[in-house]
Structures are given as structure tokens and as C-alpha cells.
């Protein structure tokens, strides 16, 4: 499973930090970028819980 991004929806809320701290970090201007884009399996409940938390669907896992 990998996280993906969209950059241009991200409006940097913050939203998806809390969830995934290890696996999402905020830039100097509060805009996610990923840790982590292979996620293990013990990783992908959090990954799952950012993506529902992002207010813009910034956010998506893939297979």
C-alpha cells in the first residue's frame, strides 16, 4: 500500500498530522509532505485515518 499526496489540494490545515505523525510532516508553511510512501501493514491504519481526516482529499492510498 502507498500514501499519496495531491500538493495542489493540500490548504494546510494540519488535519493529517495528528493521526500520522511518523508518517506526515508540515513544512515551514503548514503544508503536509510525506515521511512515508511504502507503508507497512502495522503503518496503514494511520495512514487510513489521515486520509479521512484531510478536509480537501489531499490525501489517498493506493495499491
Known sequence: MKLRIDSTRCQGYGECLPPAPGLID?????????????LTDDQE???????????????????
Open 45 to 63: 491504519s494511520a495512514a487510513r485515518a489521515a486520509v479521512d481526516a484531510c478536509p480537501n482529499d489531499a490525501l489517498r492510498l493506493e495499491r
Open 26 to 38: 508540515l513544512d515551514e508553511w503548514g503544508y503536509a509532505w510525506l515521511l512515508v510512501v511504502d
